[in-house]
């Protein structure tokens, strides 16, 4: 039992020490910010005396969106090179942009190169884009089928 209560004790004792080792301040940073008028003013110094997160001092930047910056839809990792609606999407492949901004497809159908099709029953697209039906056959619920 003794034991247990020594364990627990250098458990707490070694959570202190990492959060008390992880909250001082690097070389560079200084642990206390001079204001006794001496100095040089002209950069904005924080006014209280304390340690400042560097994550939180951070700005956040500002989300580049492609209707200021339209490049941004051609780097590489974008959804697609056209810019819909503050959004870059591919408006061959996109069933709300098909074929141009803001055409959507119904419910059914899906876009294949910029056009609206129902893979359920199109020859030319049965089941997904580009998938033909051979010839002498149709095209039910997605699947090509002989009659």
């Known amino acids: ?3 247990l209560h020594i364990f627990i004790l250098f458990v707490l004792l070694m959570a202190l020490a990492i959060t008390n080792l992880s909250a001082t301040p690097s070389g560079d940073e200084p642990l206390f910010v001079d204001n006794d008028g001496d100095g040089d003013r002209s ?4 006014t209280s005396v304390g340690i400042m997160s560097r994550f939180l001092a951070q700005k956040p930047r500002a989300m580049m969106t492609c209707n200021k910056y339209p490049r941004v839809c051609r780097a590489a990792g974008s959804p697609g090179p056209d810019c819909c609606k503050r959004k870059c999407v591919n408006v061959m492949w ?3 942009n098909c ?8 419910y059914s159908e899906i876009c294949c190169k910029g056009k609206c099709v129902n893979p359920m029953s199109n020859r030319l697209h049965c089941g997904d884009c580009y998938n033909r ?3 002498g056959s149709k095209c039910l619920y997605g699947m ?3 009659a």
């Open 1 to 3: 039992m003794k034991a």
């Open 43 to 46: 950069q904005a110094e924080p």
């Open 94 to 96: 996109d069933r709300f």
């Open 99 to 106: 074929g141009k901004c803001g055409k959507k497809c119904k």
């Open 133 to 135: 039906c051979t010839k």
């Open 144 to 146: 090509c089928s002989y």
